[in-house]
């Protein structure tokens, strides 16, 4: 999941260097939210591991 965010946000800077607005708007958005459901996910993963150790 994290790999697609960083390909979105490349897409979103590329996009924002050739003036499409438009599309890099929405590319970086969409990586905002895959990172932010890869953070979650990786949290939750955290503190699962954590509490399967005790």
């Given at each position: 999941?994290?790999?697609?965010?960083?390909?979105?946000?490349?897409?979103?800077?590329?996009?924002?260097?050739?003036?499409?607005?438009?599309?890099?708007?929405?590319?970086?958005?969409?990586?905002?939210?895959?990172?932010?459901?890869?953070?979650?996910?990786?949290?939750v993963?955290?503190?699962?591991?954590?509490?399967?150790?005790?």
């Amino acid at each position: 999941m994290l790999h697609y965010s960083v390909v979105f946000m490349v897409i979103a800077l590329i996009a924002a260097v050739f003036g499409f607005g438009g599309i890099a708007a929405g590319a970086a958005d969409i990586a905002k939210i895959l990172f932010m459901i890869f953070a979650a996910m990786a949290i939750v993963g955290f503190l699962v591991g954590m509490l399967k150790r005790k």
